[in-house]
């Protein structure tokens, strides 16, 4: 299997176990990374005022999810960009960049992971205490940018360049599900 790009020289792209060996490499620190970051954020930012009543703090998560878009849109405007400029109108005609490719993978995983992620912080945030709420903000920052980690990555050092941006999505959209799923949960019970 050849490189992603001429960048990627060097990296184990076609050997499995050298592959799993150098994003196995990166978990170690993203993982727990993620979940240090948040509650490190979440210890030391304030807890927000004037939001006592559950819509407030809806509206507080749906207006929030503009921050966790702010990556999907930026790369829809460089593809839409790159499209133009490279002459790459069709699609279908497959006359695409390395590069444009790239952007477009990204921006379907990021919208991807956008669905996830907002499908747990809206119904997180009806769960969530008044003084909890300051979570919402702190996790759609986080998700922008791990989306840039990943963005980021993936064009510098292809397809393996994404595990650190993979990872700390990934982490964070795990925690939310579960975070969200225990306390429905505990909302049925009661």
Not at 29 to 39: A, I, K, N
Not at 84 to 109: D, T, W, Y
Not at 131 to 155: D, E, N, S
């Amino acid at each position: 299997m050849s490189a992603d790009l001429p960048e990627m020289a060097g990296h184990p792209v076609g050997d499995k176990v050298a592959r799993q060996r150098f994003m196995g490499r990166t978990i170690w620190v993203m993982v727990p990374g993620t979940y240090l970051l948040l509650w490190a954020a979440y210890a030391i930012l304030p807890p927000l005022q004037g939001l006592e009543e559950t819509s407030a703090r809806l509206l507080l998560a749906v207006r929030w999810l503009l921050v966790a878009m702010i990556p999907y849109a930026a790369v829809c405007i460089v593809i839409l960009s790159a499209r133009f400029f490279e002459g790459a109108h069709n699609p279908l005609l497959g006359g695409e960049s390395e590069r444009l490719k790239i952007h477009c993978r990204v921006m379907q995983n990021t919208l991807e992971q956008l669905v996830w992620f907002a499908l747990c912080v809206v119904p997180l945030a009806t769960y969530l205490a008044p003084v909890q709420a300051h979570l919402v903000p702190i996790m759609c920052t986080f998700f922008a940018l791990a989306r840039i980690v990943y963005w980021w990555g993936y064009l510098r050092s292809g397809t393996l360049g994404r595990a650190p941006g993979v990872q700390l999505t990934f982490s964070l959209n795990i925690y939310l599900l579960v975070l969200t799923l225990v306390l429905f949960g505990k909302h049925l019970v009661s």
